[in-house]
Every structure is written in structure tokens, then in C-alpha cells.
């Protein structure tokens, strides 16, 4: 099947809260909604690079009631009826299972392409290509197709690839296994080996090849799916939708398809890994943004202060966000600091991962004004 043959659908799953980047990120305006590397917010990042792949009509979004109208605020360009908001959090296998559901009416052959929306690309001509090459692939058959990113660190934080070796050069990676966040000994070892790469969380498949896939691994969810798909576009979707997507099963695509495809073998398995160099980075926290931006213009302190103005003695690698206010930073290091109208967060850039606890505590405490 030739490129021009294949219909592109770029899926954007929005849903997620950015807890990470409290207090910026809030139920309202999440982190993909925020211009966090440029003038564009991380999700109009996400559609302009894709854009020139797909037309603006084959794009959808699945997100939630908070951040609906604010992405289709954003993305003036999108067909408002492809925004969709889930009534209640479900992980992204009910919500990619969704869009393929939708498609198999539509565009069986269509090729389906998952794309979180708070991530960043360095070189997006690159990035292009390795999709369309993937792309290609996800329409030959029965084929899914994962991104996966070259690792330069032992990290925790990302799940990782285990991927085999072609049986020709040009072939993409046969896929042997999926590791979910493994301890800092085992990434280590996986870094290592050579052979394991980094979950960009970016797949392409067919929207047959993930309806049967769903299907066969969520057989009660699937059922669920399909009748709400069948009501799109009807006066009967939103009450459908709401009263059978809570009873889908909460899981993530990587568990539900992924895993137990991988698990019969590399051999057996139609499941590729296509290595990916194009500058990703997926901003998990304040310090990754901090790294970014330090890789970007490389300050000789190692400090990003955005302020009204600044003074850094004997301080290094800090990241603070103090908009209208003079900073002065004086004898600290790999300190992070981000001031709101209404709160104030103050850690290091070691336990930033941690600052999603703050989010749970006050959700605990119902304070609804400080998420």
C-alpha cells in the first residue's frame, strides 16, 4: 500500500491533570495547555507538527469536561466534534479503543496514530519521517508499531522496549518485551545491553488491527466501545457515552495489548519498534524542563530564572518562576521554585517527581481552589 493510499488519523489523548507541574498546571489548565517550551501551549505543538501528515478533519482529541472548551479554544482548527471529553478517567486503552471503534465505521484501513499531547520533539522533519515509515508498516498488516526513543540514562521513570534484531537490516525491530518503570539496577542493565529503548507512548496501527486487538485482550470493554461509537454523531451518543464508558475497564494500553501480544515471543508477535532520534522529551517534571531548557541555551550558572528581573550569586542549576517579581538567588543550588497567584512551590530538582503528592493531599483535603 503506497503512502498516498494510506489515511492518517492523529489521536491526541489530553487528559491527563500534570499533577507534576503544580501549582502552573491546575484541573482547568493542565499541563498540556500551557506554553511551557515556546509561545505555543504543548498541545498546538502537538497538532502543528502533525498537521502536515493529516488534514485538520482526521484529527481528534480525547480529553475531559474541564479541559474541553479551552483545547477547542486552542485548536480553532479542529472540528469541535472530534474534542471529545470522557465522562470519567478510563487510561488510554478505552480511550485509543474509542477512536479505533469510531474509525472501523469509517476507515478500517486507516491507519491510527496515538500521540500523548505535553511532549516535545527537537527535530520535527525527522520525527515526520520515522512515521511515515511507520505509518507504512501499521497499513501492510496486522502490524502495531511503537516509537521508541534511545536511552541515555538509567531512568525510572519510563517504561522501556526490549526489542530484537531484524531479520534484514532495513526491517523495523521485532518487539520481545514491555517493562514498566523498572528499578534503578534494571535500567541500568537495559542501558547497557544496547537492545532497549525508552516508551515514546507514540503507536500507529490500523483501526482494524486495534479493534481486533481490543477484542481479543478486553473482551468486555470492547462490546462497550463499540456501542457508544455507534451513537457518534447521533442525538443518543452523550447519554451512551456516559452511561457505558464508566463501565469500561481502567487500563492502559501498554497492559492490555501490548504486554500479552509481546509476551508470545518476537517471533509471533506483530508488534515493531521503530528506533527514534528526533530530540524527545516527554516534560514529566519541573526538572526535565529545567534539563531542556539548560540543553537549549546553556546557561554557564546552570540557572533559568523567569522574572522581572534577576541576581544569582554563588547559586547553580536553579529553576525559578517568579513572572513580575525581582528574584535574587544567593548561595543555593538545584533549587526549584514556582510562584502563582495563590500558592507556592519550593523543592529541589532531586524530588520533583514527588510534587504530584501535593496534588493528591489537597484533593484529600477538598481544597478545589488549589487544583
Known amino acids: 500500500m503506497t503512502q498516498e493510499k494510506i489515511s492518517f488519523y492523529p489521536v491526541i489523548l489530553a487528559g491527563g491533570r500534570g499533577t507534576r507541574f503544580w501549582p502552573l498546571s491546575r484541573k482547568r489548565r493542565a499541563k498540556q495547555l500551557l506554553a511551557l517550551d515556546g509561545k505555543q501551549t504543548m498541545i498546538q505543538q502537538t497538532v502543528t507538527r ?19 472548551a479551552e483545547i477547542g479554544r486552542q485548536l480553532l482548527r479542529l472540528n469541535k466534534q472530534h474534542i471529545i471529553a470522557e465522562p470519567v478517567g478510563r ?49 501492510a498488516g496486522e502490524n502495531i508499531v511503537v516509537l521508541g526513543v534511545q536511552p541515555t540514562r538509567p531512568e525510572t521513570g519510563y517504561g522501556y522496549i526490549e526489542a530484537g534484531y531484524p531479520a534484514r537490516e532495513t526491517d523495523p525491530l521485532p518487539v520481545r518485551r514491555f517493562t514498566e518503570k523498572p528499578d534503578v539496577q ?10 532497549y529503548y525508552w516508551n515514546s507512548g507514540i503507536f500507529l496501527w490500523s483501526a482494524r488491527t486495534l479493534a481486533h486487538a481490543l477484542q481479543e485482550h478486553l473482551p468486555k470493554t470492547a462490546p462497550l466501545l463499540e456501542q457508544i461509537a455507534a451513537t ?13 464508558y464508566p463501565k469500561c475497564e481502567n487500563i492502559s494500553v501498554d497492559y492490555a495489548v501490548l504486554e500479552p501480544r509481546s509476551a508470545k515471543g518476537e517471533h509471533h508477535s506483530n508488534i515493531f519498534c521503530l528506533p527514534a532520534n528526533f530530540g524527545w522529551n516527554d516534560l514529566g517534571s519541573w526538572t526535565a524542563l529545567h534539563e531542556h531548557h539548560v540543553a537549549k541555551s546553556n546557561p554557564a550558572d546552570g540557572n533559568l530564572i523567569s522574572a522581572a528581573g534577576s541576581f544569582a550569586l554563588n547559586a547553580e542549576g536553579n529553576y525559578v ?26 523543592t529541589t530538582r532531586r524530588n520533583a517527581q514527588d510534587v504530584g503528592k501535593v496534588v493528591k493531599h489537597l484533593d484529600e483535603k477538598k481544597l478545589n481552589k488549589l487544583i
Open 232 to 244: 457518534v454523531g447521533t442525538r443518543k451518543f452523550e447519554t451512551t457515552f456516559r452511561r457505558l
Open 50 to 68: 502533525l498537521l502536515p501528515l493529516a488534514a485538520a478533519s482526521r484529527f481528534w482529541v480525547i480529553t475531559n469536561d474541564d479541559l474541553q
Open 91 to 139: 487510561n488510554t486503552a478505552p480511550a485509543i479503543g474509542l477512536a479505533a471503534f469510531l474509525l472501523l465505521r469509517q476507515d478500517p484501513n486507516g491507519v491510527i496514530g496515538m500521540f500523548p499531547s505535553d511532549h516535545v520533539i527537537g527535530d520535527e522533519s525527522h520525527f515526520r519521517q520515522v512515521l511515515k515509515h511507520g505509518i507504512d508498516i501499521a497499513a
Open 321 to 346: 518562576y517568579a513572572p513580575g517579581k525581582f528574584v535574587a538567588a544567593v548561595g543555593v543550588s538545584d533549587v526549584i521554585v514556582v510562584e502563582t497567584a495563590d500558592a507556592l512551590l519550593i
Open 186 to 195: 534494571r535500567a541500568a542493565e537495559f542501558l547497557n545491553a544496547g537492545n
